[in-house]
């Protein structure tokens, strides 16, 4: 079901007459109340009023990730701390986090836009919806839940973890959407599958997934072992977290809500911006964001867009699948390497399960990519032979993939962690020679 007809299917003009207007609003509001924004303005002699066109805006230099932390806690805050409601934190693991956060308004317009998520993969006010993210600091758990609630689902906060209770409270409770990470929905197949279960024993019939990205090898995955339509959205936490983008049913990249958020690529190396279906990195900007506006936001993300028409019949742009983040780009031996490219060679291949892990070290001044690759089970264990043939298949294709030779070291069945919320797929042990 669509959401709201009027935004997600309004005339493509409606947005272009409207997309400057938006962005002079939110610049003027990030300009009156952060010095920070203020400044960046100044010291190119613009103010808000100047933006004319998408060209004027591009003039604003980015907004990075230090930026947050430089100005950690509240530094980017444009509204008192008492139209404050709510506090959310990036998902990283060291130091300090980013710490964002959201008004009364900030809270309504989240909500709206995950129920508009909601609706695109094909969630209505009679799912029950099983939440497996971890409720916290993270936006995840808390975003997809206001925008199921709005839409009229009954939401079931298991949070993450425990996985033979999600399974007992999926049954028991007759769950039809599962929201999670990918790689956490892999894991609770995988459970599901050891307890004897088969999908046609739950009512499970949706997956809306995110916070990491998974091939479409990995989608399909999802999709037999769960017996479930497998959708994917996308955000991230200094913009509002889930609510930036989502699939649709067609699977063929994630509508933007475009009247929240205005999102350019650019080419990482010369700030330049692309236009639409050229990939590169993805920017974004908050266009009603109150408690902390974000003004061109360098996400690391690479991706690209659609613009044309879309067979669910909404007439938004679409973000495609995220390709990598800047950052995961490994370079070994001068190459570039994609952990996403890796597990598009595995997964599917016979005998192997999904479950894989990259690690990457260096000799001298030599680096080396090894890759642990998980048995599917203990049949091949004893087959010394067919154990080696696998080996050379996987090391052959990856070797196509990459133009690298990587090592394939088989392990055992369930020896490679398993994880709860974003999967860690690569250990890199350069640092530490
Ligand atoms: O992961 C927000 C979110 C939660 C989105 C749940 C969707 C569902 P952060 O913890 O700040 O926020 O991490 C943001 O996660 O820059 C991407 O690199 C990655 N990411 C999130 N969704 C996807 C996706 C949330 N669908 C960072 N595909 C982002 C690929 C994703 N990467």
Not at 26 to 34: F, I, K, M, T
Not at 316 to 336: E, F, H, P, W, Y
Request: hydrophobic share 35%; aromatic share 8%; with cysteine.
């Amino acid at each position: 079901m669509i959401w709201n007809e009027k935004m997600e299917c309004a005339d493509r003009s409606f947005y272009e007459q409207n997309t400057i207007k938006w962005l002079q609003k939110s610049v003027r509001h990030a300009y009156d109340n952060v010095a920070f924004y203020k400044d960046k303005l100044d010291s190119i002699g613009m103010l808000p009023e100047d933006i004319k066109t998408l060209a004027d805006f591009a003039k604003i230099d980015f907004t990075v990730k230090t930026d947050l932390r430089d100005n950690y806690p509240y530094g980017l805050f444009a509204v008192p701390q008492k139209e404050v409601v709510r506090i959310h934190g990036s998902s990283g693991t060291t130091g300090k986090p980013i710490i964002v956060g959201y008004t009364k308004q900030d809270m309504d317009h989240w909500s709206e836009c995950i129920a508009r998520l909601v609706g695109m993969a094909g969630g209505s006010a009679d799912d029950v919806a099983q939440i497996a993210f971890g409720f916290g600091l993270f936006t995840g758990a808390f975003g997809l839940q206001q925008g199921l609630e709005k839409m009229g689902a009954m939401v079931i906060p298991m949070s993450s973890g425990n996985t033979e209770k999600q399974l007992m409270m999926m049954k028991d409770l007759g769950t039809t959407i599962l929201v999670s990470t990918p790689s956490y929905a892999l894991y609770i197949a995988e459970v599901m599958a050891e307890q004897g279960y088969k999908p046609a024993d739950f009512k499970l019939r949706l997956g809306m997934f995110g916070g990491e990205g998974h091939t479409e090898k990995m989608r399909t995955q999802l999709e037999e072992r769960l017996g479930i339509k497998a959708t994917e959205n996308y955000g991230l936490s200094e913009v509002m977290g889930p609510g930036v983008c989502g699939e649709c049913i067609e699977q063929d990249g994630m509508h933007i809500n475009e009247d929240h958020f205005y999102i350019e690529i650019i080419d990482s190396d010369t700030g330049e911006v692309l236009p639409d279906g050229e990939k590169g990195e993805v920017v974004i900007t908050t266009l009603t964001k109150e408690a902390i506006p974000m003004i061109r936001y360098r996400t690391r993300d690479i991706s690209y867009i659609i613009a044309d028409k879309c067979a669910c019949g909404r007439t938004t742009k679409r973000l495609a699948k995220i390709q990598g983040r800047s950052d995961d780009m490994l370079i070994i031996k001068g190459v570039n390497v994609f952990p996403s490219q890796v597990e598009s060679v595995l997964i599917g291949t016979e005998h192997i399960s999904p479950f894989y892990l990259l690690v990457v070290t260096r000799k001298g001044y030599s680096d080396s990519l090894e890759v642990r690759v998980e048995l599917a089970d203990e049949s091949l264990l004893e087959k010394f032979s067919e154990l080696e043939n696998l080996e050379k298949s996987i090391s052959n294709k990856l070797h196509s993939v990459l133009g690298l030779d990587a090592k394939v070291r088989l392990v055992e069945p369930k020896s490679i962690e398993r994880t709860t919320g974003k999967a860690k797929k690569v250990l890199d042990l350069r640092g530490e020679a």
